[in-house]
């Protein structure tokens, strides 16, 4: 689910390439409606729902002074009202029993994209760290009810900065970005794929 056509066309034909069946389908995660459709359009297509990634987030640098509430609410709607408008209409999907659930005592895996920014501080970011900081809480928050209510692994990805993504490039000059490994513990920038590791290990049984 994604807003850009391009972008989805791009990820559905990699897939397919791979021989995974995929689909691509349009929606606004701000959107209660879009949520409905796409999630009932995906259990449609392929008769049940198993994972839920939520990884939509917003993004720009402003000083806070400068930032307006407007500005301030869209963020927070993307990233933390999106996140659980996801999560609130996947549910009697995802939940133990729920239709498709291949076990009656078991139930599906969400996990959601979170960022390390609002652990200390970040310059010029105080509306993501907002919003990124709601998204945790949302994680910990339906770990604790939707796991022990309806069996559903909820757990959070929480990247610093990746490189060869938008994120970085339209955040980071390259002149921040050529000295800003030095201060890394691990003397490097992240990369999609340790997101994508990451991902697959707790969407697997290896981690219960």
Not at 47 to 58: E, P, R, S, T, W
Not at 71 to 87: H, K, L, P, Q
Not at 106 to 114: D, K, L, P, Q
Request: with cysteine; proline share 3%.
């Amino acid at each position: 689910m994604g807003r850009r056509k391009t972008v989805l066309r791009s990820a559905v034909a990699a897939l397919h390439s791979l021989g995974i069946p995929a689909i691509g389908l349009e929606g606004d995660v701000r959107k209660r409606e879009d949520a409905v459709r796409v999630v009932e359009s995906t259990i449609n297509h392929f008769g049940k729902l198993d994972i839920l990634v939520n990884a939509a987030a917003g993004n720009f640098l402003v000083p806070a002074e400068d930032l307006s509430p407007n500005g301030f609410r869209t963020v927070i709607e993307i990233d933390s009202v999106g996140t659980f408008i996801m999560c609130h209409e996947a549910l009697k999907y995802l939940k133990k029993g729920g239709r498709g659930q291949a076990s009656s005592s078991s139930g599906g895996i969400i996990i959601n994209i979170s960022a390390t920014l609002h652990y200390t501080a970040t310059w010029y970011q105080i509306h993501v760290s907002a919003a990124k900081a709601a998204v945790d809480s949302i994680t910990r928050s339906l770990a604790l009810e939707w796991g022990t209510d309806y069996a559903i692994r909820v757990n959070g990805i929480a990247p610093g900065p990746i490189k060869d993504t938008a994120g970085v490039s339209k955040l980071a000059p390259e002149e921040i970005r050529s000295k800003a490994t030095d201060y890394m513990a691990a003397y490097k920038f992240g990369e999609k794929w340790d997101i994508a590791m990451a991902a697959l290990y707790l969407a697997s049984d290896a981690v219960q």
